[in-house]
């Protein structure tokens, strides 16, 4: 088996193509198969978010592209900004990933979704494509603070702390 542990740089060339739905690219622990059927480990850091285009390094070099697969999506488009700010929020309420485009709206197809959106008005198609939501206001990483020295990370802990 492949064991794939560490990102790559983009590069001119790969040597291997993993296609996944977003559903897994969002695992960081996943036995999958690339396109040639080569069986592939993924062992990345907790976290982390696959996205069409990224590149992977393999233990034994080689270069892997990761490709979005085509997934059963739902395509919400609105008249007015308005009312596609108004479908946005109600898709996020539900905490639902969603993939925003110049006036559409995409999520995994959910027809109980879709009925909701209907009867605000909007406009729901399905297509089939690849699904690339947005990545959240916390994306860019878990944001680790720096440990204060007198807890070290432990809060109930104060056998550092001085009386006054």
Sequence with gaps: MLLIETR???QPAHDAELKLPFELRQKSRLRSKLVSGEEVGLFLEHGTILRGGDYLRAK????VLVVAADEALMNAACANPTA????AYHLGNRHVPVQIGEGWLRFQ????????????GVEVTTL????????GAYAGGH??????ARHNGIIHEFRNFKKP
Aim: charged content about 30%; proline content about 5%.
């Design 60 to 63: 034994d070099g080689r270069v």
């Design 128 to 135: 089939s494509a690849p699904f690339e939501p947005e990545a």
């Design 8 to 10: 790559a740089e983009r």
């Design 143 to 148: 944001h680790h603070h720096s440990m204060d």
């Design 84 to 87: 596609l700010a108004r479908a």
């Design 109 to 120: 197809a959910d027809e109980v979704l879709a009925k909701m959106l209907r009867g605000m």
